[in-house]
């Protein structure tokens, strides 16, 4: 799934295999897209769609920036920007709770998984739409979408796996499908 360049730093390296060895959930279809160039030295970036056999739960991206010489403004050399969004019934929409729940959903995720993290920032936007004109007699359409970033603690006692685990879990929490048991998180084979 993930392609290695030739050209990066070790530890870098090592974290890229630690992204190309992860065993995703079922339904969970990846594939690397563009990352970022002027940000950090080194990124790379998927996109991930949850699918239930033809339709799509919800989706996302995820980017991982590494600045060897550090980023102050991250505090630390490494930062995760992660996107998941999914469709949400009319109702819920509504919710003045729905934004807290959701940004909720981010923090337990990373902390269920025994992530160490810093700085954690983001936004969580639950919108309504209505089509008119040509488009009308479209169904309404509601979604929430959570955008935030964190810099991780990325080292032999705290691999990236524990991060990708807890955005897998967003992922899953805001198209309202639960978090899998261990042991029925992957099936092999099953992650692109």
């Known amino acids: 799934m993930v392609a290695i360049p030739n050209i990066t730093p070790l530890e870098f390296s090592r974290v890229l295999s630690e992204l190309q060895a992860m065993q995703w959930r079922p339904g969970l279809v990846m594939e690397e897209i563009g990352s970022p160039q002027r940000i950090a030295p080194h990124s790379i970036a998927i996109s991930a769609d949850l699918m239930e056999g033809d339709d799509e739960l919800a989706s996302g991206r995820l980017i991982l920036l590494h600045d060897p010489a550090g980023n102050e403004a991250w505090g630390g050399t490494y930062r ?3 996107y998941a969004r999914a469709d949400v019934d009319l109702d819920m929409v509504a919710d003045p709770m729905l934004p807290d729940v959701a940004w909720s959903w981010m923090r337990d995720a990373l ?23 040509d488009m009308e007699g479209t169904e309404d359409n509601a979604e929430v979408q959570v955008r ?19 955005w897998e879990d967003l992922l899953g929490l ?19």
Do not use: C, Q
Request: aromatic residues 8%; charged residues 15%; proline residues 8%.
């Open 80 to 82: 995760i920007v992660s």
């Open 111 to 133: 902390e269920a998984h025994g992530a160490s993290f810093g700085h954690l920032a983001g936004t969580v936007t639950a919108s309504y739409g209505k089509a008119y004109g």
């Open 174 to 192: 805001v198209a309202g499908s639960p978090v899998l048991p261990d042991g029925m998180l992957h099936f092999p084979g099953r992650s692109s």
């Open 148 to 166: 935030s970033s964190w810099t991780p603690a990325l080292d032999n006692r705290d691999p990236l796996v524990r991060h990708l685990r807890a």
